[in-house]
C-alpha cells in the first residue's frame, strides 16, 4: 500500500539537466530498493536506475552511465534521479517503482503515474 508520485519532468534541450523526484507515501518507504524505468514512444518499458534502501549501492542501464544519478532522502521518503546531459534519445515517460524481490530487481510494483521527459534537438 504504498503509494508513489513523480515529478519534474519538463522539456529540455539536448545537454540541458532535469532532476525528477519520487515521493513516497508508506512509511516503510526506507525498507525498500527503489527503481526508476522509462517508456518512451512506441518502445517497451525500460530499467533506468535503481537504489538499495540504505543508499549504498546503485545501479544503472549502460546506456545512463556517467549521466544520470540516482539518489535518496529517506527522512523525505523521496527518490531522485538527475539526469544530466540529456539526448533526445532520453525521451520518454519516467516512472518509479518499489523492488518487492528482496533486492535482485526482478519484481517491481507500487507503479506511479511517471513523469514525462522530453529532450529536444
Known amino acids: 500500500q504504498l503509494q508513489l508520485v513523480e515529478s519534474g519532468g519538463g522539456l529540455v534541450q539536448a545537454g540541458g539537466s532535469l532532476r525528477l523526484s519520487c515521493a513516497a507515501s508508506?512509511?516503510?518507504?526506507?525498507?525498500?530498493?527503489m527503481g526508476w524505468f522509462r517508456q518512451g514512444p512506441g518502445k517497451e518499458r525500460e530499467f533506468v536506475a535503481a537504489?538499495?534502501?540504505?543508499?549504498?549501492?546503485?545501479y544503472y542501464a549502460d546506456s545512463v552511465k556517467g549521466r544520470f544519478a540516482i539518489s535518496r532522502d529517506n527522512a523525505k521518503n523521496t527518490v531522485y534521479l538527475q539526469m544530466n546531459s540529456l539526448k533526445p534519445e532520453d525521451t520518454a515517460l519516467y516512472s518509479c517503482?518499489?523492488?518487492?524481490?528482496?533486492?535482485?530487481?526482478?519484481?517491481?510494483?507500487?507503479w506511479g503515474q511517471g513523469t514525462q521527459v522530453t529532450v529536444s534537438s
Open positions: 517503482a518499489v523492488d518487492l524481490s528482496g533486492g535482485d530487481l526482478t519484481d517491481f510494483g507500487f
Open positions: 508508506g512509511r516503510a518507504f526506507s525498507s525498500y530498493t
Open positions: 537504489i538499495t534502501r540504505n543508499g549504498g549501492d546503485t
